[in-house]
Structures are given as C-alpha cells and as structure tokens.
C-alpha cells in the first residue's frame, strides 16, 4: 500500500469510520503519554472497526517493552511508529515494520534496518512534547532530513491543516503527510475537515481521491 495521508489520534469508533471514509491511508492508534493515550482494550476496538485496507499505526514514545509487546498481541497494529529516544535496535524487535519520529535526529542507514523502519516521521520541535506538538516543521530542518534517511519514506507533520497541508507539500515534497489536531473540533475528528484535508493532500501530491 502507497501511505500518503496519515491520520493519528483516534480517540473513537467514529474516528475510525470518519478518518477512513475520508479516505486516509493509515490511522495512528496513541499509546505513549497524550491526551489521546489509549488503554490496550480501548485500542484494541478502535483497531478492530479499521477496514483492512487501512494501515493501523500504534504510537509510542519511551514506552515499556511490555506495553509494546501486549499492544502488539491484543490490536491489529499493521506497523510501530516510535517517537521517544528508543534505539533502533529496540524499536526493531517487535517484529513489525516501524515508522521512527525524528524532530531533528539524522538517523543512518545502519539503524534504519536495525528498526525494520519503513519511514521517518518529521515533527515540530518541542523540546517538551515528543509528537503532536501542533508545530510547523522548519523547511531547511526538513529537507536536510529527507535527503539523509537512506530512501525511506519522509512524513510531513506539524501543524498541518486543510488550509496549509497543500502549500507544505508543495514546498517540501513529502512522501507522505501525518495530521491530528489540525482536522479536530472540540477533540474529535471532524468529517468535513477530515475529507478536505485529505482531498487537498491528493490533490497535492497529483493523485485523486480513493
């Protein structure tokens, strides 16, 4: 499956349905600390109403290996994104591919397949937050990233809306693009919002809504 659009934080059932009808590549299940952290059973619904053809990501950042493994065990997570300062060596031995988060860490070819990664995911920088700062991405911090992750896919988040997602891909040529909040009313994923982001982002990157 080509991961274009990502969309992270579901919180509900219907954030599901709305994030997939939307027509969003791959849905970010929050387990590290976040006001949208899950309990394993809670993730393990959400994970069970995705439609197979959705990539389900579970999100964590400095994590316990057990939290990891019995997420891995009782949810339909299809890939481990991790956004602390795991070793790649670590983030690898679940057994699932990864996506690693990065705000200006260069990771090498070595560690890349140490973590099984299959894309780096490029935050804002809050030194207090490890994702979902609802920062934008410094461009000159971006490009220099993209260019020195060994040809795997570079993800676009921070601060991403329907309003600016097609500018940012414009300017920075993402292979993919990642938004929470930016889609969100009092919360929850809003379905307008939803569809405009990921219709603006298709367009962008020269493909039509699926």
Request: some cysteine.
């Amino acid at each position: 499956m080509t991961l274009r659009v990502k969309i992270c934080g579901m919180a509900s059932v219907q954030d599901v349905k709305t994030c997939a009808a939307a027509g969003a590549d791959a849905l970010g299940f929050i387990f590290a600390s976040s006001p949208r952290k899950l309990r394993v059973a809670e993730a393990r619904v959400l994970t069970d109403a995705a439609p197979l053809h959705v990539m389900t990501v579970g999100v964590f950042a400095n994590d316990p290996a057990d939290l990891v493994a019995i997420a891995v065990a009782q949810c339909r997570l299809d890939v481990l994104q991790f956004c602390g300062d795991e070793p790649a060596e670590y983030a690898g031995s679940f057994g699932k591919p990864t996506i690693l988060g990065s705000r200006r860490r260069i990771y090498s070819a070595i560690e890349l397949r140490a973590a099984n990664a299959i894309a780096v995911l490029v935050d804002g920088d809050d030194p207090e937050r490890f994702g979902g700062t609802g920062k934008i991405v410094d461009a000159a911090t971006f490009v220099k990233l993209r260019g020195s992750q060994g040809g795997v896919r570079a993800i676009l988040a921070g601060g991403l809306t329907p309003a600016n997602v097609a500018q940012r891909i414009g300017e920075l040529r993402p292979d993919a693009v990642d938004a929470r909040s930016g889609i969100e009313r009092d919360g929850r994923k809003e379905p307008a919002l939803a569809r405009a982001f990921v219709a603006a982002a298709r367009a962008a990157f020269g493909e039509e809504r699926r």
